[in-house]
């Protein structure tokens, strides 16, 4: 289930766009699941919106313990499909050894640069991919809500 945003205004002043927020997303997604919102998966939600950037299950459960929050491996594991299903955060590819998740919404782009020799990854801020992004998204008569970019990278034997 995708955010919608909603739009507010008249013709004679500009459209103001509100992003409903992902608390709310959330709680109508797993209330059409049979589920209920339920304290953890609240603070697990509100800690995955603190993080900048990806992060790891174990991060995830690490932040949780650090707040002092209880909360289990398999909670931890449910909820993230859980946001994944209702597109509030997705998983990020490029380990085979683990996965990694990001939100899908407030970020303006995802480009990573990933170093298959080390297995670091670093964000990157590319305006220029941006800007060409919503040339093309314009052109279709479309509006972006994000893009993902990988490039893989290894050292150079020059």
């Known amino acids: 289930?995708?955010?919608?945003?909603?739009k507010a205004g008249n013709d004679a002043q500009p459209t103001l766009e509100i992003i409903e927020p992902l608390c709310a997303v959330f709680r109508r997604a797993l209330k059409?699941?049979?589920?209920k919102y339920t304290p953890e998966r609240a603070m697990i939600l509100d800690t995955i919106i603190a993080f900048d950037g990806l992060f790891?299950?174990?991060q995830l459960l690490d932040a949780l313990k650090e707040k002092g929050h209880s909360v289990s491996k398999a909670t931890v594991y449910r909820t993230l499909k859980l946001?994944?299903?209702?597109?509030?955060?997705?998983?990020?590819?490029?380990d085979r050894d683990q996965s990694h998740y990001q939100l899908t919404v407030g970020s303006t782009g995802n480009?990573?640069?990933?170093?298959?020799d080390s297995g670091?990854?670093?964000?990157?801020?590319?305006?220029?991919l941006i800007?060409?992004?919503?040339k093309i998204c314009a052109a279709?008569?479309?509006?972006?809500?994000?893009?993902?970019?990988q490039i893989f990278v290894s050292a150079s034997d020059a």
Do not use: W, Y
Request: aromatic share 2%.
């Open 56 to 58: 790891e299950a174990d």
């Open 131 to 134: 800007e060409l992004r919503d």
């Open 111 to 116: 480009t990573l640069l990933i170093n298959i």
């Open 32 to 35: 059409e699941e049979g589920l």
């Open 120 to 128: 670091e990854v670093e964000t990157l801020a590319v305006p220029e």
């Open 83 to 94: 946001l994944e299903s209702c597109n509030i955060i997705q998983q990020v590819l490029f």
């Open 1 to 6: 289930m995708p955010l919608e945003p909603i």
């Open 140 to 149: 279709k008569g479309l509006k972006a809500q994000g893009h993902k970019l």
